[in-house]
């Protein structure tokens, strides 16, 4: 009798659950490669503040961004940031917890969500489009690079490198930046659409006017929000799809993401919740240890200058280095301590970099899973320059071998007597 046991040495969990390629983003997101473009990007991205800040706005506008430090929100004016605007029904059953994909989201979306506002001025909003310009082709590449990245390394499982990564991103750089681009230059035509209605609207009999005809705006306004809708939720899907197809160009990657935003929302609330809550974890731990590498200097070094004078320089370090160091009375004690905060503000940045890296090697898992759900396309289909060249160049070998053993095979006896030999 034949023994039909099996013993069950190994299970592919990758398979029964996809959705776990996202755990593996933490090894991703730490590596020196992803952190040093993430770091590029977290130090050029508030150069838009500054420059834009002299250009459009106020020396009271100013005083509120320098209050800022340079890895801090935008100006709070007038209104307040958007992660705050929680309705209090889901607050109160939803505490907030920080994580690290709610916090790189928010910065990026907060600039675009305050030109919506209607009370804001002509300088504002062109403040707030100067700094959604720049953040795009800051993070164009940078983000497209750590995108490139991630789709290799959590679907096809290969480690692609620096150079490569960033010449894949410089030959694609202009379909990173207009994907974004594309849902919002939709909606501003549509704006545009309803600009000669508002100027109408200046006067009484203009607005009865526009009342008799506001059902066309609702339906312009129904247009506007399928847009934005796409886009808020969207716009992380972009750069991944651009990284991850042998044809990414920005069309591609607006067409995709809107797909799998309305084709699979619940889907992508399932995906968005795991990787929240593992950012949860992932920003306590980040952040324990950030504090942990800090405190231990000033921790050792108080054995030798006392606790008590140790407090005062720590406190004096945790304040802002740019502002000890324009002090006017800032003394040999004050520089010092402002050295020290240069250190400190370094480990800041390198924990704001991890955070938009992991930000971004999630909505690289992400959409690879979204693909998989609504086209069917595997995880680890990503497309590889190198596999190509290697196909191309072993098609080219085959060729020619066929050529060399064509000229090279003896002639039939018809040919023979055909050429009379």
């Known amino acids: 009798m034949t023994d039909d046991s099996r013993v069950l040495r190994r299970i592919a969990w990758r398979d029964i659950f996809p959705w776990l390629i996202i755990l593996r983003t933490f090894r991703t997101a730490a590596t020196p490669t992803v952190l040093c473009f993430a770091l590029l990007?977290?130090?050029?991205?508030?150069?838009?503040?500054?420059?834009?800040?002299?250009?459009?706005?106020t020396s009271e506008d100013r005083e509120a961004i320098r209050r800022l430090s340079p890895v801090d929100g935008y100006p709070p004016f007038p209104s307040?940031?958007?992660?705050?605007?929680?309705?209090?029904?889901?607050?109160?059953?939803?505490?907030?917890?920080?994580?690290a994909i709610e916090e790189a989201f928010f910065a990026f979306v907060e600039p675009f969500w305050r030109i919506f506002h209607l009370e804001l001025s002509v300088r504002h909003v062109a403040y707030y489009v100067f700094v959604v310009v720049w953040l795009v082709l800051v993070w164009a590449y940078c983000g497209g690079v750590i995108t490139r990245i991630a789709v290799s390394r959590l679907g096809a499982e290969q480690a692609v490198g620096m150079t490569d990564s960033a010449a894949f991103v410089a030959r694609r750089y202009l379909s990173y930046v207009f994907a974004p681009l594309y849902p919002l230059l939709g909606v501003a035509c549509l704006a545009l659409v309803l600009l000669p209605l508002g100027l109408l609207m200046r006067l009484d009999i203009g607005v009865v006017l526009a009342g008799a005809i506001w059902i066309l705006v609702v339906l312009l306004g129904l247009v506007a929000t399928w847009l934005l809708i796409g886009l808020l939720f969207g716009w992380p899907l972009l750069w991944p799809a651009i990284g991850a197809e042998r044809e990414g160009d920005a069309f591609e990657a607006f067409s995709r993401s809107y797909s799998y935003v309305y084709g699979k929302p619940l889907h992508y609330l399932f995906y968005a919740i795991v990787a929240a809550l593992f950012g949860t974890l992932v920003w306590a731990l980040v952040n324990y240890a950030a504090t942990m590498v800090v405190e231990f200097g000033f921790w050792g070094a108080s054995w030798g200058s006392g606790a008590e004078r140790m407090l005062k320089i720590r406190e004096l370090a945790y304040g802002s280095p740019w502002y000890l160091l324009t002090s006017d009375d800032l003394g040999?004690?004050?520089?010092?301590?402002?050295?020290?905060?240069?250190?400190?503000?370094?480990?800041?940045?390198?924990?704001?970099?991890?955070?938009?890296?992991?930000?971004?090697?999630?909505?690289?898992?992400?959409?690879?899973?979204?693909?998989?759900?609504?086209?069917?396309?595997?995880?680890?289909?990503?497309?590889?320059?190198?596999?190509?060249?290697?196909?191309?160049?072993?098609?080219?070998?085959?060729?020619?071998?066929?050529?060399?053993?064509?000229?090279?095979?003896?002639?039939?006896?018809?040919?023979?007597?055909?050429?009379?030999?």
Not at 41 to 57: C, E, T
Not at 80 to 99: I, K, N, R
Request: no cysteine.
């Open 80 to 99: 307040p940031p958007l992660a705050t605007q929680v309705p209090e029904a889901v607050d109160g059953y939803l505490p907030h917890v920080p994580s």
């Open 332 to 421: 040999v004690l004050k520089f010092g301590a402002a050295l020290i905060g240069l250190s400190l503000l370094l480990v800041k940045l390198l924990v704001t970099a991890f955070t938009f890296a992991f930000f971004w090697a999630n909505a690289s898992a992400i959409y690879l899973l979204l693909r998989y759900d609504v086209d069917g396309k595997e995880i680890d289909e990503v497309y590889q320059p190198e596999d190509e060249m290697r196909f191309a160049a072993g098609r080219r070998a085959v060729t020619a071998s066929n050529q060399s053993a064509e000229t090279a095979a003896p002639q039939t006896d018809a040919e023979a007597s055909e050429t009379g030999e």
């Open 41 to 57: 990007g977290v130090v050029l991205s508030p150069v838009a503040r500054v420059v834009g800040s002299y250009i459009f706005l």
